[in-house]
């Protein structure tokens, strides 16, 4: 059974900060990856989408990579700002054509502190 | 654009009330999903479908019943509320077969007391 992880559970830093959020899958035969941030109150809203060939998508200060072999995905934040607080969350899809093997991680509560 | 709407965003019950949650888009999308996030549970699949006419069960399907009448709607509905199914419920959208870019509603909060 396909089950996701991501470390820390919550993470705060100081402003101008770069950091890394993990991501940590237990079967590497996925078809692909997504990244979401959470606002507190809010719905999820997609950052990134890794499919399984590649190994990585970049969107401006943001960078996911996909190891498959290893079972990780990594989210860099470059520069963080206050802004960026918020819960980041990730989506590993087995199936090609089959929602319901979408399993997503607990999430990782970031703070940046001004 | 309004993308995915969901009504209402607050609602308290009863217990054995029933109630439905209404989710619409407006992307013409063909998949569409409802989700319960609890926490520690992380979001958990109740049900989804892949076009008009079709539904699925996900991961926790029981108390909740589902149709798709139109490519646009959604509803859930909640046979008999249980104080079990207390949680944040989200819908979400996405363009044709396959994890595509997922597009999430802002949720309904429900408390059955």
């Known amino acids: 059974k396909q089950e996701v992880t991501q470390i820390p559970a919550a993470l705060s830093v100081p402003e101008g900060e770069n950091l890394v959020l993990n991501c940590s899958f237990t079967?590497?035969?996925?078809?692909?990856l997504q990244w979401f941030r959470q606002d507190p109150g809010k719905g999820l809203t997609s950052l990134l989408l890794?499919?399984?060939?590649?190994r990585e998508q970049t969107s401006g200060r943001l960078n996911a990579s996909l190891d498959k072999s290893s079972g990780r995905s990594t989210l860099y934040i470059a520069a963080s700002q206050p802004g960026d607080s918020a819960t980041y969350l990730c989506?590993?899809?087995?199936?090609?054509?089959?929602?319901?093997?979408?399993?997503f991680g607990p999430g990782t509560s970031l703070s940046v502190i001004p | 654009n309004a993308g995915v709407t969901q009504t209402p965003k607050f609602q308290v019950l009863k217990t054995g009330q029933s109630m439905t949650l209404q989710c619409a888009q407006d992307?013409?999308?063909?998949?569409m999903s409802w989700y319960r996030q609890d926490p520690g549970m992380g979001l958990r699949l109740i049900h989804y479908?892949?076009?008009?006419?079709?539904?699925d069960q996900g991961e926790v399907p029981n108390g909740y019943n589902v149709s798709r009448s139109t490519t646009e709607d959604f509803p859930l509905r909640l046979l008999s509320a249980a104080p079990s199914q207390t949680s944040v419920y989200f819908c979400?959208?996405?363009?044709?077969?396959?994890?595509?870019?997922?597009?999430f509603g802002s949720g309904t909060q429900l408390s059955v007391l």
């Open positions: 079967d590497s035969a996925i078809y692909n």
């Open positions: 890794i499919q399984s060939s590649q």
């Open positions: 479908s892949v076009g008009a006419g079709i539904t």
């Open positions: 979400a959208s996405s363009y044709g077969q396959g994890m595509q870019k997922l597009f």
């Open positions: 989506a590993v899809a087995k199936g090609g054509t089959s929602y319901d093997k979408v399993i």
């Open positions: 992307m013409n999308h063909e998949y």
